[in-house]
């Protein structure tokens, strides 16, 4: 008998064995990957949660830092007061330099990439590099000369009063869509009354805005229903990223997002049309600007229009 097929049961056997831990190696690949995913989606809906809850501009500005020190290696938040970004809260560094944060003002004529994410009111990635951001900032937390760093703005009625800035391992997803919760939140935190100021003569009276002429408990609602809308498309933007690109080149982005984009319509309706005889439709609008790039027609042909 050839000495060849006196080990061809033993080969099948063997290749039975290894096919058969092929598969079970698959298997605890595709269960990790499901688990991963079940924590990240956790993390990230327990972070939108608490920043939901901030009471005020320092708190969201607290909760949004501590939730973001989970997707990045280092996180700082910068407010920006007039020309100058300041540094008042940082993690992923040593006491000694967290103290010279906190101490740190930044002319933004001296930091690009800072000021190009206040000019642009859109993420930036630029390097590490003291031009980028700046002598100090890039002394303070010594990065590397071919590093990255990614900044997000946080825009709150068309202007941008802080920045999360972050290094190292960055998640720009999950921080993207962490910030735009936390402006979303800051917007609707109702603005301090201006002071009055002392007239010799007393100025004509102005027609009163829109706005103004909604009552409290109205301008509570438009509110809630902005930050609705900003949240859901930036979800949408988060967990259907390909589905976003795909959708904005073929022109056709309600076709590529109808699940997500008919769940988000069915529960504005009730929820701010319903109780609310002035509602606008903002996540129309919502859709239109960071969906489309303010380009209706990308939502295409079977896009059913504004609720009203």
Same mark, same amino acid.
């Given at each position: 008998m050839p000495s060849g097929s006196s080990t061809s049961p033993l080969r099948q056997v063997l290749e039975n064995h290894l096919s058969q831990l092929s598969l079970e190696v698959d298997s605890l690949f595709a269960e990790a990957r499901y688990r991963a995913r079940g924590e990240f989606a956790g993390q990230l809906n327990q972070a939108v949660r608490r920043?939901?809850? /901030?009471?005020?501009?320092d708190e969201i500005g607290a909760t949004l830092l501590d939730a973001a020190?989970?997707?990045?290696?280092?996180? /700082?938040?910068?407010?920006?007061?007039?020309?100058a970004a300041k540094g008042e809260r940082i993690r992923g560094v040593p006491e000694e330099a967290a103290e010279a944060f906190?101490?740190?003002?930044?002319?933004?004529?001296s930091a690009a990439a800072l000021a190009g994410a206040v000019e642009s009111r859109d993420p930036v990635i630029a390097a590490a590099t003291p031009r980028e951001v700046s002598d100090d900032l890039a002394n303070l937390l010594g990065h590397p000369p071919d590093g990255r760093v990614s900044i997000f703005?946080?825009?709150?009625?068309?202007?941008?009063?802080?920045?999360l800035y972050a290094w190292g391992s960055v998640q720009g997803p999950a921080l993207e869509l962490l910030?735009?919760?936390?402006?979303?939140a800051w917007s609707a935190i109702p603005e301090p009354p201006a002071p009055e100021l002392v007239t010799i003569q007393p100025a004509p009276p102005q027609p009163a805005s829109a706005w103004d002429r909604l009552s409290l408990d109205e301008q509570r609602i438009h509110l809630r229903a902005q930050r609705f809308a900003r949240v859901q498309v930036a979800g949408m933007r988060l967990f259907q990223a390909d589905a976003v690109l795909a959708g904005r080149a073929g022109r056709n982005l309600y076709d590529a997002l109808r699940n997500s984009?008919?769940?988000?319509? =069915?529960?504005?309706?009730?929820?701010?049309?319903?109780?609310c005889s002035t509602m606008v439709d903002y996540l129309?609008? =919502?859709?239109?600007?960071?969906?489309a790039?303010?380009?209706p027609d990308l939502l295409g042909n079977n896009y059913p229009g504004p609720m009203v």
């Open positions: 920043i939901r809850q /901030a009471a005020d501009p020190g989970a997707f990045a290696t280092g996180v /700082a938040w910068l407010r920006i007061a007039g020309e906190h101490a740190l003002e930044i002319p933004l004529s703005p946080v825009v709150v009625r068309d202007r941008v009063p802080a920045l910030t735009q919760v936390a402006a979303a984009i008919d769940a988000a319509r =069915e529960g504005f309706r009730p929820s701010f049309f319903a109780p129309h609008l =919502e859709l239109v600007q960071t969906l790039n303010d380009d």
